[in-house]
């Protein structure tokens, strides 16, 4: 079993920073990747950015260049750090991760952070 622990959403002014982390316990060694996806009102989740165990990483196009997504191995948590912060950005934030189990690969979830950006 992998669980993940979300932090560090919160309020902020457009223009600003937050870093989101999460932190993965249980059966690490099965995770294949980690990611982060939002999920603002109305709208389906989307996929802001993954890390694979080899530290590729991608971006949905809308937060190429202001967000980062990075991993400690040593904790075993991810972070997103966010910046230059548009209201369009306020979502709910959820941590993510591939879970191998046997043949199969499935998706774990955090329990997800707000993040509201005002203008």
């Known amino acids: 079993q992998v669980q993940l622990v979300e932090s560090g959403g919160g309020l902020v002014q457009a223009g600003g920073s937050l870093r989101l982390s999460c932190a993965a316990s249980?059966?690490?060694?099965?995770?294949?990747?980690m990611g982060w996806y939002r999920q603002a009102p109305g709208k389906q989740r989307e996929l802001v950015a993954h890390?694979?165990?080899?530290?590729?990483?991608g971006y949905v196009h809308s937060v190429k260049g202001r967000f980062t997504i990075s991993r400690d191995n040593a904790k075993n948590t991810v972070y997103l750090q966010m910046n230059s912060l548009k209201p369009e950005d306020t979502a709910v934030y959820y941590c993510?991760?591939?879970?191998?189990?046997?043949?199969?690969?499935?998706?774990?979830w955090g329990q997800g952070t707000q993040v509201t950006v005002s203008s």
């Open positions: 890390i694979t165990n080899g530290g590729s990483t």
């Open positions: 249980g059966s690490i060694s099965s995770i294949n990747a």
């Open positions: 993510n991760a591939k879970v191998q189990w046997g043949p199969y690969e499935n998706d774990k």
